[in-house]
């Protein structure tokens, strides 16, 4: 079947490209000596995060430099994805210590929530983003990988306003 | 207490609701009846009152002024209110007090979860402390035996105080001391290596007496709890246990006006290791042609092990600590081929609770010797004469420990030897023509009689391990192939059988046992039933 064309018959005004070229080249050329930037030229620059931004984890130590974390329990009571896996023992001196504590970012949920409760203020999230890794293994943190996080803490709230009023 | 015919019975009210009690009862019992809890701390049911705690108090209609609940008796038409402004600012006091000097450590404690200064503050007590001078502090402290003392946490109820005192008859413990700086003392040179003595553990209301063998190991509200009977000696306490990750990491009393009220020994709490062990049978296995044991599936292993016993006079070399289902369903197996059935038991020494009138650490170490008599089993005295084509049956003996060399040459002479058991007993293993893996007590439901003859169920707490079957279950398998029974689905219906059976269970179901378990009828001809006084008010 053969195809039939039907050529419509148009103003100029309504064809004419001219005129939409020249109004994009304006907004071209408007940008150019525009001091607003909306491009972020990234790694070489980042974006500062929220006070409140809530990475992967990390744990905080104590000046001895060992984990503040008393095994309690609470953060695996809490945890509503149940990523964090805790096994309660003893240190050597016989105080109460996490023999096991690892988390699994993959299944974390950030709400943020094992911070909120910990006692201790040992288990935090940390305020970054660039979490990526070789191998999925890598995604479980245990305590070692957790303690030797240098990234800064998630606030959770602002200090200055905490109910955000 | 629920006796009608006996002791006046005394009508209150009790937070608008009408309680009907004996005369001389508590209102804080009073009002259990009626599911009111009255906040207390020194009080405890099985202990004789003290009134020290004063978190009791409740307003009582024209009373001058709150009275304690647990040592004011009821009286006819008393108006009870536990909730009131006053009442509850009494006992919000009394909490700011007993907080003055427990330390906010609650993360660490064992306690946490299971303790009730935690829950009642939580409930009625102030949100924050108004105390600002510095908290007292004494080291913490070994008690002995299985017991450790934290001072700082203790709010000084006096519950272990009385217990050892009253109860266990040991008057270890004292309060030193006076004022804010009493703590709970230790008599000189004693420790707590009473056999009763770890229930003081349970008893504390706090974290101020814990385990050692349980300190740090899993939090309270971790744990699955399942209604059990302990399987330490022929007392049958009833116990909870409670496992973390199908692993059993303690006993629990459980309460049983008739058999334990609120208590257990030391030998069955701490008992528990074996429960766990790794090493366990858990896959069916069959001799085969070349003489070696080898893997099979179930339905094999039972076709041979069938095989092996039929047509022969089948004797059981059975565990004390089967269950009734179990011991019954192997006893069809010797009862239809006319063998002969033994169990060995453990004997140790004697350990009375001087308090709980029949409650004793028994010499009987093992929880179903009784079963075992009344389904036809007799103790090991003398060795068993096994006919060289008669088949053994070893229903969960490990044959592990002290075995005399006599039994074991006499298990040999029999023509096939089959075991179904939780492990592989390494002294037979040789001769086995068929290994069947069963679960242990705490992974099958089944039921035990005690000494007194009293029948009572224990529930599942944990999972088998590989493909190990409960024991009624392997058992009724086993009966029915051979041609001795047929037809059981549950425990339950085993249960059913043998109460149609033997005329010691009969009438008795599982549904009447329920968790606090009968006597057997004749238990009193047989002399098993010593008297025994209902549970204490």
Same mark, same amino acid.
């Given at each position: ?81 149940? $990523? ?7 240190? &050597? +001196? ?7 504590? %690892?988390?699994? @970012? =993959?299944?974390?949920?950030? $709400? ?7 006692? &201790? +203020? ?7 983003? %660039?979490?990526? @890794? =070789? ?31 | ?537």
């Amino acid at each position: 079947m053969a195809i039939r064309v039907t050529v419509v018959e148009r103003p100029i005004e309504h064809v004419s490209y001219i005129r939409s070229t020249l109004s994009g080249l304006m907004t071209t050329f408007k940008h150019m000596v525009d001091p607003h930037k909306v491009t972020m030229q990234y790694p070489e620059e980042r974006w500062e995060l929220s006070p409140r931004w809530r990475g992967t984890h990390r744990m905080l130590t104590t000046e001895s430099g060992k984990a503040k974390c008393v095994a309690c329990g609470l953060c695996p009571t809490v945890c509503p994805a149940n $990523c964090i896996k805790l096994v309660p023992g003893e240190d &050597e +001196e016989g105080n109460r210590f996490p023999l096991l504590f %690892e988390i699994d @970012e =993959f299944r974390c949920i950030f $709400c943020g929530y094992c911070q909120e409760v910990c006692p &201790e +203020e040992a288990i935090h999230l940390g305020r970054h983003y %660039e979490n990526a @890794e =070789f191998s999925r293994e890598a995604f479980i943190y245990d305590l070692e990988r957790l303690t030797a996080q240098t990234h800064p803490v998630s606030e959770l709230w602002d200090p200055a306003d905490p109910k955000s009023e | 207490m629920s006796d009608t015919t006996g002791p006046k019975m005394v009508t209150l009210t009790i937070e608008g609701r009408t309680a009907v009690v004996p005369e001389g009862t508590s209102i804080i019992e009073a009002a259990k009846t009626v599911g009111v809890l009255i906040p207390h701390y020194c009080y405890h049911p099985g202990l004789p009152v003290a009134g020290v705690c004063r978190m009791c108090l409740v307003d009582v209609e024209r009373f001058p002024k709150l009275a304690p609940a647990c040592a004011t008796t009821v009286m006819e038409g008393q108006v009870v209110h536990v909730h009131t402004e006053k009442a509850r600012e009494a006992r919000t006091g009394v909490l700011e007090f007993l907080l003055i000097n427990h330390p906010l450590d609650c993360p660490v404690c064992d306690q946490a979860g299971e303790c009730e200064l935690q829950d009642y503050t939580f409930q009625e007590g102030r949100a924050e402390s108004r105390y600002e001078e510095p908290k007292r502090f004494n080291p913490v402290e070994d008690f002995g035996g299985d017991v450790m003392y934290v001072p700082n946490r203790c709010i000084l109820c006096t519950r272990c105080v009385r217990f050892m005192g009253e109860v266990a008859e040991d008057p270890v413990l004292n309060v030193s001391e006076r004022g804010d700086r009493a703590f709970i003392g230790k008599a000189e040179g004693h420790d707590l290596t009473n056999v009763w003595a770890g229930n003081v553990v349970d008893l504390c209301p706090v974290g101020a007496l814990l385990s050692k063998d349980f300190l740090n190991k899993a939090r309270a509200w971790e744990l699955d709890r399942s209604a059990s009977i302990c399987t330490g000696c022929s007392q049958g306490c009833n116990i909870t246990v409670e496992t973390r990750d199908n692993t059993v990491v303690r006993l629990k009393p459980r309460s049983n006006p008739a058999v334990n009220e609120y208590f257990m020994c030391e030998v069955g709490r701490l008992d528990y290791r074996w429960i766990n062990r790794r090493d366990r049978l858990d896959q069916p296995q069959v001799r085969g042609d070349g003489g070696v044991l080898h893997v099979a599936d179930w339905e094999a292993a039972l076709d041979a092990a069938a095989a092996a016993l039929r047509g022969r006079r089948v004797h059981v070399l059975a565990s004390a600590n089967a269950s009734n289902e179990a011991l019954f369903l192997a006893g069809e197996l010797m009862r239809t081929s006319g063998g002969r059935g033994v169990f060995r038991v453990a004997l140790g020494d004697e350990a009375p609770l001087p308090g709980v009138p029949d409650l004793s650490l028994r010499a009987e170490r093992a929880a179903n010797g009784t079963g075992a008599r009344v389904l036809g089993y007799e103790t090991l005295s003398t060795t068993p004469t096994i006919a060289a084509d008669d088949a053994v049956l070893v229903l969960d003996d490990s044959l592990e420990g002290d075995v005399p060399d006599a039994l074991l040459e006499a298990i040999a002479r029999g023509a096939v030897i089959v075991h179904v058991g939780t492990t592989l007993p390494a002294r037979i293993a040789p001769l086995l023509q068929v290994a069947l893996p069963i679960t242990n007590h705490t992974e099958e439901e089944g039921t035990f009689t005690n000494l007194r003859g009293r029948v009572q169920r224990f529930l599942q707490s944990r999972t088998a391990p590989g493909l190990a079957r409960p024991s009624w279950y392997v058992l009724a398998d086993l009966t029915e192939r051979v041609g001795v029974t047929s037809g059981f689905g549950t425990p339950a219906e085993v249960f059913t059988a043998i109460s149609s059976v033997h005329p010691a269970f009969s009438e008795l179901t599982y549904a009447q046992l329920a968790l606090r378990g009968l006597p057997i009828l004749d238990a009193t001809a047989r002399g098993l039933d010593a008297p025994t006084t209902a549970g204490v008010a």
